[in-house]
C-alpha cells in the first residue's frame, strides 16, 4: 500500500503536541478487558502512542495506519513493536487474526466505513471486542470553537459520523455495540486533540498545538483562523471568554468511548 498523502501532512509535528493520555489510556485498556496471550490491533495508530503505552501495560499489540511518516517515527520510538502500513478499508490481515482491537479519534478518517467494519469484523475472532474513541455531531455543536471557527467546525462536524451511522455500519458486519461510556474533557488533558482547549482556552493561540489537530491542519481557512484567534486572544484578556464558553453545553460529553463485540 503508498503511503496516503494527507495523513503524512497531519503527521509533520504531529507527534510535538500529541500523547497518551493516562485516563483515556486507562479507560482503552478497561473497555478492551485485554487476556494473557491475546493479540491486539491499534487501527489508524499514527505515530503509536496510545499502541506503546498499551504495549507498556503488557498487551501485545500492532499498529496499523495509512501513513508512512507516522509508521516512521513510531518505529523510531518502538522497533520492537510491529507497525503496518494500511487502511482500515484495506488491512491486508489474515482473517481472525486478533483477539481485539482499538481505534481512537480516526473513525473520521476513513474513507468507507462499511468497508472499515467488514474488515474488522474479519481480522477479529469471533467475540472479541473493539474499542472506539469518538466524537458526535452532536457533541461537536457544543464545542464553543464553533463561536470563533465557525466554518472549520462545519467542515470537522459533517466528516464526523454520528452514533447511530457508526452502530448501523457497525451491526450490519456482525459488530454489536456493548457500551456507550461519555468522556468529558479533563483540565490535565495531556493529548492535545480538538477539544483540548475547554477549558484552557489559551492553547489554541500556540501554532503547533494547533498544528497537530487536523481541524486546523486540513480543514481551516487562514483567514478564519487569524480572525478567530484574535478574537479569542482579546476574549481572554478581557474575560469574555466566560460568557461564552458558558453558553455552550455538554450534558452529553465532548466524546465517547464505544465498545463492540463481533457476533459475525
Sequence with gaps: MQSHPTYDKIGSGYNDTRAADPFI???LYVLMSPTRDSL????????????IELHNKGLN???LDPSQRMLDIAKRKAPHIEWILGAAEAMGINPNSFDGAVASLTIHHWNNMNKAFFELSNILKP???FVLFT?????MR??????YFPEMMEKSILQMPGIDQITNAAANQGLMLDATIPYYVKTDLKDHFLYVGKERPHLYLDGNIRKGISSFSNLAFEDEVCTGLFQ???DIQSGDINKIQKSYKDSD???YFLRFLNKK
Excluded: F, M, R
Design 25 to 27: 489510556l486507562n479507560q
Design 40 to 51: 491486539y490491533l491499534d487501527v489508524g495508530c499514527g505515530t503509536g502512542n496510545y499502541t
Design 61 to 63: 499489540i500492532k499498529g
Design 127 to 129: 467475540n472479541a471486542s
Design 135 to 139: 466524537s458526535s455531531p452532536h457533541q
Design 142 to 147: 457544543t464545542y464553543w470553537l464553533n463561536h
Design 232 to 234: 479569542l486572544e482579546a
Design 253 to 255: 460529553g465532548d466524546y
